[in-house]
């Protein structure tokens, strides 16, 4: 078809509320923008294709979905279900972990071509690294860029005073999110995945641990599982395995730092004379999470003072203070 004929399909489609014969016409345009090298313009229709596309199923999914499941000792939810409206860019790491994230966006939004070369995109994917190096947002932006609702679960509501009822808490958890298509984070998954061998573990959570590994080998759903653990050291081997892809966060490098900065000081206007640089350099060793913390501290610093500029002074006292109260919590760990 011509560009003309395929507009003229898009319009009778619509007016005959085809909806199926409007998404693959509008396929087809975009394709053929993809093949005159028009990648700007492909690219955005195909975000508002798959943005509408997501919409008209989630509407036609929630009503279906099954209630939050409980746990039966307390009645406390679960999980929750959690909304976000993020941009990708907002998300600040190292470039070789952007491009595993965004593989699996891509690999998504591509299942139904993976399915015709009788490949799965990535369903179960494992976030290691220290705490506040982004593990949690990146689930978060996945699910706003995708615009399905992330599945937010914590191990430590699962696991019961009884322990008998911890593997019926996680069949009911995973019967829910089989139902539908979610996004997914098993939060403080370490709490779950310890390694089975430790010789102080109760002989119950093995039993857990082993229910748990069964209900991941036998999930069905069409939902993107992520695990997220601060202790990888601390998972059982078997753990491993079961995972289609492990995505590992480090501490960010200075230039990384850098931009955080940037990015966290952009509510507050800033003195000419502030370095950014110079923090980045100070700031090693920090954590994306810490330097917000940080860059917050500077910015309440400045409001308090009845200032709307932010020098370098305030800068330098926030990231002095912190590295002092992560000394102390050093030393206090030791001690213990």
Same mark, same amino acid.
């Given at each position: 078809?011509?560009?003309?004929?395929?507009?003229?399909?898009?319009?009778?489609?619509?007016?005959?509320?085809?909806?199926?014969?409007?998404?693959?016409?509008?396929?087809?345009?975009?394709?053929?923008?993809?093949?005159?090298? @028009?990648?700007?313009?492909? +690219?955005?229709?195909? +975000?508002?294709?798959?943005?509408?596309?997501?919409?008209?199923?989630?509407?036609?999914?929630?009503?279906?979905?099954?209630?939050?499941?409980?746990?039966?000792?307390?009645?406390?939810?679960?999980?929750?279900?959690?909304?976000?409206?993020?941009?990708?860019?907002?998300?600040?790491? $190292?470039?070789?972990?952007?491009?595993?994230?965004?593989?699996?966006?891509?690999?998504?939004?591509?299942?139904?071509?993976?399915?015709?070369?009788?490949? $799965?995109?990535? +369903?179960?994917?494992?976030?290691?690294?220290?705490?506040? !190096?982004?593990?949690?947002?990146?689930?978060?932006?996945?699910? $706003?860029?995708? /615009?399905?609702?992330?599945?937010?679960?914590?191990?430590?509501?699962?696991?019961?005073?009884?322990?008998?009822?911890?593997?019926?808490?996680?069949?009911?958890?995973?019967?829910? =999110?089989?139902?539908? !298509?979610?996004?997914?984070?098993?939060?403080?998954?370490?709490?779950?995945?310890?390694?089975?061998?430790?010789? @102080?573990?109760?002989?119950?959570?093995?039993?857990?641990? /082993? /229910?748990?590994?069964?209900?991941?080998?036998?999930?069905?759903?069409?939902?993107?599982?992520?695990?997220?653990?601060? @202790?990888?050291?601390?998972?059982?081997?078997?753990?491993?395995?079961?995972?289609?892809?492990?995505?590992?966060?480090?501490?960010?490098?200075?230039?990384?730092?850098?931009?955080?900065?940037?990015?966290?000081?952009?509510?507050?206007?800033?003195?000419?004379?502030?370095?950014?640089?110079?923090?980045?350099?100070? $700031?090693?060793?920090?954590?994306?999470?810490?330097? +917000?913390?940080?860059?917050?501290?500077?910015?309440?610093?400045?409001?308090?003072?009845?200032?709307?500029?932010?020098?370098?002074?305030?800068?330098?006292?926030?990231?002095?203070?912190? =590295?002092?109260?992560?000394?102390?919590?050093?030393?206090?760990?030791?001690?213990?």
């Amino acid at each position: 078809m011509t560009n003309s004929e395929l507009i003229k399909q898009l319009f009778l489609s619509f007016n005959n509320k085809d909806n199926e014969a409007f998404i693959q016409t509008a396929r087809e345009y975009i394709e053929r923008e993809k093949r005159k090298k @028009h990648t700007i313009v492909a +690219k955005e229709l195909e +975000k508002a294709l798959y943005q509408s596309e997501c919409v008209s199923n989630n509407k036609k999914r929630f009503k279906q979905s099954l209630p939050i499941p409980r746990d039966t000792e307390k009645g406390f939810p679960l999980l929750e279900i959690q909304h976000f409206e993020q941009e990708f860019d907002s998300l600040i790491l $190292s470039s070789d972990t952007k491009d595993q994230l965004e593989r699996i966006i891509r690999e998504f939004k591509d299942a139904d071509i993976l399915a015709t070369y009788n490949l $799965s995109y990535k +369903k179960k994917i494992l976030l290691c690294g220290k705490p506040g !190096t982004g593990k949690t947002f990146s689930a978060q932006i996945i699910s $706003s860029m995708l /615009n399905i609702p992330l599945v937010y679960i914590r191990f430590d509501a699962i696991i019961s005073s009884y322990l008998g009822e911890t593997a019926g808490n996680l069949r009911k958890v995973f019967d829910f =999110i089989e139902n539908d !298509t979610w996004i997914v984070l098993f939060d403080e998954f370490d709490i779950i995945g310890k390694n089975r061998d430790d010789a @102080h573990e109760h002989g119950e959570i093995k039993r857990v641990v /082993n /229910n748990f590994l069964q209900m991941l080998d036998n999930f069905k759903g069409d939902s993107i599982l992520f695990a997220a653990t601060n @202790h990888q050291n601390m998972l059982d081997s078997a753990i491993w395995r079961r995972f289609d892809a492990v995505i590992d966060y480090e501490l960010p490098d200075e230039a990384t730092r850098k931009q955080l900065f940037e990015s966290y000081l952009r509510p507050i206007k800033r003195d000419k004379k502030i370095n950014i640089s110079k923090a980045a350099k100070a $700031s090693q060793g920090l954590s994306p999470a810490d330097i +917000k913390m940080v860059t917050d501290e500077a910015i309440k610093t400045a409001i308090i003072d009845a200032r709307n500029i932010l020098d370098m002074a305030d800068l330098e006292t926030a990231i002095k203070q912190f =590295i002092r109260r992560e000394n102390v919590k050093q030393n206090g760990q030791r001690d213990e």
